[in-house]
Nanobody
């Protein structure tokens, strides 16, 4: 599965941004999907994840109430809507797909099998 993330950019603190993830030639509807981020000098962390059917979601503690993950399986796209952005949200954001359905939505990056190339999000103060 080749994932492609897009929509990153530069935004002022307090602003909003939406990033998207698509896959070429493969339906994402079979996969749990996650957004992770990695800032310079920091470990990669979960931002949000969504189950293959869209009924289940989980969020990192630092983004709860500000970010929303969603998916449109007809458009084969997963979205991350980011609001009330803070400078500490600055990172490269990666989308990932988990090939195994276990019934439990994973928060661990090593349980995701396919990764996109990442998109840079920079929040200025």
């Amino acid at each position: 599965v080749q994932l492609q993330a897009c929509g990153g950019g530069l935004v002022q603190a307090g602003g909003s941004l939406r990033v998207s993830c698509t896959a070429a030639g493969r339906a994402l509807s079979s996969y749990d999907m996650g957004w992770f981020r990695q800032a310079p000098g920091k470990e990669r962390e979960l931002v949000a994840a969504i189950s293959w059917g869209g009924s289940g979601t989980t969020y990192g503690d630092s983004v709860k109430g500000r970010f929303t993950i969603s998916r449109d399986n007809v458009k084969n796209t997963v979205y991350l809507q980011m609001s009330s952005l803070k400078p500490e949200d600055t990172a490269v954001y990666y989308c990932a797909a988990r090939g195994r359905r276990t019934g439990v939505l994973s928060r661990r990056d090593n349980e995701y099998d396919y990764w996109g190339q990442g998109t840079q999000v920079t929040v200025s103060s």
